[in-house]
């Protein structure tokens, strides 16, 4: 303790007598001295700053790194599939929304979707579709029943399964047929990329919306309304459509581009019409035996004469 004592003593000596031969000097020094260390402090705040901003950046890194090195579940657990039922209902009303009012370079998938595709939309737009085929097509006849009574009418339970069949083969064999497709000329052409699978499914089952009121409507027992109907419903599903694969085709052939939206919408088209001719077709009045002619004989229509002679002898 001595020691330290006289060493700061001395050092306080050799300062005063600096100060007292050179005032102006010490002062400029001691200013350079107190700018030298406001520039430390600067220095030492803005090093901590960066220093914060890395931390941040190193704890996101090694979040989206865990994340990665986090094992995917394979596809036949049902944490596999969870991720594609995991939207909310402004989500799914938002795509319903989309596909319902197409737009001219706005693309379904890169607007609505954002590499999200969800199967819990089409899925349920699906089963409603079919249910709704199904109770539609029955109420069609117990209405057509009531005004001519002539008409014979049964449940048809089997409507149910026909339209859940053919709803959700259409919402999964096209798609796949479709993305299948697209694969294989990327591979002929670099240039075409096409979407995933789920994309792909996705937006075929958002576009088949429309048709759920459409259906509805077809109830009005007047055939001009009806086709009126469902050429609208037909224009703005397949116009989506149409809007959404334009961008993954245009970059190959134009009789390649061409014939495969004209396929889509030609497959399109014939769902619309099938599902209309089947599920809404009259059911053919009830036949009605004949009722039997009697024909009486006159009293003066002549006999032939095997008969006379029979009689006669009787």
């Known amino acids: 303790m001595a020691a330290a004592d006289q060493l700061a003593f001395h050092e306080f000596e050799e300062a005063t007598d600096l100060l007292a031969e050179t005032p102006d000097a010490a002062t400029t020094s001691r200013r350079e001295h107190l700018t030298s260390q406001g520039h430390v402090a600067v220095a030492v705040g803005s090093g901590g700053s960066y220093g914060a901003e890395d931390e941040a950046e190193e704890e996101g890194d090694k979040a989206a790194l865990l994340q990665e090195e986090k094992p995917q579940p394979g596809f036949w657990t049902f944490g596999y599939y969870q991720s594609f039922f995991d939207v909310d209902t402004s989500q799914v009303l938002d ?6 009012l197409p737009r001219p370079g706005h693309s379904f998938v890169r607007h609505h979707l954002r590499n999200r595709p969800d199967l819990y939309g089409p899925f349920w737009i699906c089963a409603t579709l079919a249910f709704v085929l199904a109770v539609t097509g029955n109420l069609t006849l117990v209405l057509a029943q009531r005004r001519d009574p002539s008409i014979h009418y049964s449940p048809q339970f089997h409507k149910v399964t026909v339209a859940g069949i053919t709803i959700y083969c259409y919402a999964w064999l096209v798609p796949l047929a479709l993305w299948g497709f697209l694969r294989w000329r990327q591979g002929v052409r670099e240039r075409v ?16 919306f429309v048709f ?30 149409v809007f959404t694969l334009w961008p993954i085709v245009r970059e190959d052939t134009r009789l390649v581009a061409a014939g495969l ?51 006669g002898t009787s």
Do not use: D, M
């Open 95 to 100: 795509r319903i929304k989309g596909a319902l």
């Open 193 to 208: 990329g096409p979407y995933t699978f789920l994309e792909t499914v996705c937006v075929y089952g958002y576009s088949l």
């Open 212 to 241: 759920i009121p459409t259906v509805v409507l077809w109830l009005i027992p007047v055939p001009w309304l009806q086709w009126l109907f469902g050429a609208v419903a037909l224009a703005l599903s397949a116009t989506g459509l």
């Open 261 to 311: 939206l004209s396929t889509v919408v030609l497959l399109h088209a014939l769902l619309a019409l099938g599902c209309k001719l089947y599920f809404f077709q009259p059911l053919p009045l009830e036949r009605t035996a004949p009722t039997p002619q009697v024909t009486s004989l006159s009293l003066n229509t002549e006999l032939p004469p095997t008969l006379s002679k029979s009689l």
